[in-house]
C-alpha cells in the first residue's frame, strides 16, 4: 500500500509540473492587444453600402487572430494571420488573397488604435512608398479600417476606408 501511495504522489507531482510547462504561450496583455478586432463583422464602406464579410478568430492556441475575408459578391477572398512576436516586440500580419496579393505589415496598438505598415519599397515610377492600415476600435464596440498608401513620405491615397459592425 505504501507503494502504491508513494508511486501516486510521484505520478501526480510529476503530471502538475508537466501541466505547468505547457501553459499558454500567448495569453498575456500583449497577445490580447488585437483582440477588438475578434468577431464576425458586416463590413461597409464610407457611403454605408455592405462591401464584405470578415470573420476574425483565435487559432494556434490564442496565438494567431486569423481573418478571413470575403468581398459582398464572393469573388475576392483573403486571409490574413495576425500575432504579437515576442523576437522583435512588435505585432505582425501576412495577408494573402485569391488574386495573388500579399502584404506583411508590422507595427504596435496606440491606445484604441492597431496601426501596422508595410516596409519601404519603390513604386514603377522609382518612388518609395508604403501601405499604412490603421483598425480603430470606437466606442459603440465597431472597428473603422484606414488604409492608405503613402508615397514619397507625404502624398497619401486612401485604399479603403470601411466599418466593421458584428453581426
Known amino acids: 500500500m505504501r507503494l502504491f501511495i508513494k508511486t501516486f504522489f510521484i505520478l501526480f507531482f510529476s503530471f502538475s509540473n508537466y501541466a505547468q510547462d505547457v501553459t499558454c504561450k500567448c495569453c498575456d496583455e500583449k497577445h490580447d492587444e488585437f483582440n477588438f478586432w475578434l468577431g464576425t463583422w458586416t463590413v461597409t464602406n464610407t457611403d454605408g453600402e455592405v462591401v464584405g464579410k470578415n470573420v476574425i478568430d483565435k487559432i494556434q492556441d490564442n496565438c494567431i487572430l486569423r481573418e478571413n475575408w470575403t468581398s459582398a459578391q464572393g469573388t475576392f477572398t483573403?486571409?490574413?494571420?495576425?500575432?504579437?512576436?515576442?523576437v522583435t516586440k512588435q505585432w505582425e500580419q501576412i495577408w494573402i488573397d485569391n488574386q495573388g496579393g500579399s502584404l506583411h505589415l508590422k507595427g504596435h496598438r496606440v491606445a484604441n488604435q492597431m496601426i501596422l505598415k508595410t516596409d519601404i519599397a519603390n513604386n514603377k515610377e522609382g518612388?518609395?512608398?508604403?501601405?499604412?492600415?490603421?483598425?480603430?476600435l470606437n466606442d459603440d464596440g465597431s472597428v473603422r479600417q484606414y488604409w492608405e498608401t503613402i508615397t514619397n513620405d507625404k502624398d497619401i491615397s486612401v485604399v479603403f476606408d470601411g466599418l466593421?459592425?458584428?453581426q
Not at 483573403?78 to 515576442?86: A, E, H, K, R, V
Not at 518612388?127 to 480603430?136: L, M, S
Open 127 to 136: 518612388k518609395p512608398f508604403y501601405h499604412r492600415i490603421t483598425w480603430t
Open 78 to 86: 483573403g486571409t490574413s494571420n495576425n500575432f504579437y512576436n515576442n
Open 164 to 166: 466593421y459592425r458584428k
